[in-house]
């Protein structure tokens, strides 16, 4: 099997098993009581803003001390473009942006 091959099927593993548990981690988090399920939501939003923050950071060179609303817009673009095979959200008319 060639390497895209490979990258293709290990990407759609990841994705399936991230799908799937994420699926069973908020079906269980359903059955918690209320203060149990706002702790758990609690925690993983913060580890997920942290990796997301990290990897805004790392690859597409947001800077958030120093960033204006132009860099950290252009950090969303590099992103949203390589999660979604080049297409974005974002749609700029001169100053203007859309979504």
């Given at each position: 099997?060639?390497?895209?091959?490979?990258?293709?099927?290990?990407?759609?593993?990841?994705?399936?098993w991230f799908n799937d548990?994420?699926?069973?981690?908020?079906?269980?988090?359903?059955?918690?009581?209320?203060?149990?399920?706002?702790?758990?939501?609690?925690?993983?939003?913060?580890?997920?803003s942290k990796y997301w923050?990290?990897?805004?950071?790392?690859?597409?060179?947001?800077?958030?001390?120093?960033?204006?609303?132009?860099?950290?817009?252009?950090?969303?673009?590099?992103?949203?473009?390589?999660?979604?095979?080049?297409?974005?959200?974002?749609?700029?008319k001169g100053n203007v942006?859309?979504?």
């Amino acid at each position: 099997m060639d390497q895209k091959k490979s990258r293709v099927k290990t990407e759609g593993f990841a994705q399936a098993w991230f799908n799937d548990t994420l699926t069973r981690a908020y079906q269980c988090i359903g059955e918690l009581d209320e203060k149990g399920a706002e702790i758990v939501l609690s925690r993983g939003s913060e580890a997920c803003s942290k990796y997301w923050l990290s990897l805004l950071q790392k690859k597409y060179g947001w800077d958030p001390e120093g960033s204006n609303f132009e860099v950290s817009l252009k950090a969303r673009e590099a992103f949203e473009k390589h999660i979604s095979n080049g297409k974005t959200s974002i749609i700029r008319k001169g100053n203007v942006i859309e979504e």
